[in-house]
């Protein structure tokens, strides 16, 4: 079946703008994580939910980044005014059991 | 704190050669141990993970670790490497089996594959 999908793939920001990024889990998976992976270093947790709600936003670097998940599907981390320090991979990854299935991820450039 | 030590940043070994990555982890209860890789441009692709249990556990693509309570580690193995097998390689550990609690991961270690 299919996978976790995130789009865009790429996207390229200028500093200050706002940035949508969009994760679709596998289908009923419950569980629902965000990472953020610098380059060259590991991914690091920013926030959970399950189904709907978020449980989890301890690991958010600061309050312009904002996650939500409105449906317990589908879910999207926003980031208002990008800095240069955002520049990473965004991952997704959904579970339903033990396991977390992480998507391609959505790398972010801000120039 | 909870920590993941992968003390190697890159390795490189010869094609057929056998391969040892290492990863020592600090946790206050008992771990629950993944180990993933990641190809260029790739997402995080599962290759096993320990709960509980046998403490040598087999994966995917012919890998296998063993976790070592009295060390703390959960080193990752291969009897023989194969050219695709170059990848980056992170180990992390999570509470709840990884499905109530987000992981913690190392910063990787890099395998190149000589011919």
């Given at each position: 079946?299919a ?9 390229v920001?200028?500093r200050g703008q706002?940035?949508?990024l969009?994760?679709d889990?596998i289908?009923g998976?419950?569980?629902l994580?965000?990472y953020?992976?610098a380059?060259g270093?590991g991914?690091?947790f920013?926030t ?6 978020q449980?989890?936003?301890s690991?958010l670097?600061?309050d312009r980044?904002f996650?939500?998940?409105?449906e317990?599907?589908v ?6 005014r990008t800095?240069?320090e955002?520049s ?10 033990d396991?977390q299935?992480?998507g ?6 801000v120039? | 704190?909870?920590?993941v030590?992968?003390?190697d940043i890159h ?5 057929g050669a056998?391969?040892e ?6 946790y206050?209860?008992t771990?629950?141990?993944?180990w993933y890789v990641?190809?260029?441009?790739q997402g ?6 320990y709960?509980?249990?046998?403490t040598?556990?087999q ?5 296998e670790?063993?976790?070592k309570?009295?060390q703390?580690s ?6 023989s ?7 980056e ?6 509470d709840?089996g990884?499905s109530?609690?987000n992981?913690i991961?190392?910063?990787g ?5 000589k011919?």
């Amino acid at each position: 079946g299919a996978g976790v999908s995130q789009s865009p793939r790429y996207k390229v920001a200028k500093r200050g703008q706002d940035v949508a990024l969009r994760c679709d889990p596998i289908s009923g998976h419950v569980s629902l994580f965000w990472y953020q992976q610098a380059l060259g270093q590991g991914p690091e947790f920013l926030t959970y939910f399950q189904n709907e709600a978020q449980l989890d936003k301890s690991g958010l670097p600061s309050d312009r980044f904002f996650a939500e998940r409105p449906e317990g599907s589908v879910s999207t981390l926003k980031i208002q005014r990008t800095q240069q320090e955002d520049s990473a991979v965004y991952l997704c990854a959904s579970s339903r059991g033990d396991t977390q299935y992480f998507g391609p991820g959505t790398r972010l450039t801000v120039l | 704190a909870q920590s993941v030590t992968q003390p190697d940043i890159h390795i490189t070994v010869s094609e057929g050669a056998s391969l040892e990555l290492r990863c020592n982890y600090s946790y206050g209860a008992t771990p629950y141990l993944f180990w993933y890789v990641q190809s260029p441009g790739q997402g995080l692709q599962l290759l096993l993970k320990y709960f509980s249990g046998d403490t040598l556990v087999q994966g995917i693509k012919g890998f296998e670790a063993e976790f070592k309570r009295s060390q703390s580690s959960f080193n990752l193995r291969k009897p023989s490497v194969h050219w695709s097998d170059a990848a980056e390689y992170f180990c992390a550990v999570g509470d709840h089996g990884g499905s109530q609690g987000n992981l913690i991961f190392g910063k990787g270690t890099k395998l190149s594959v000589k011919p």
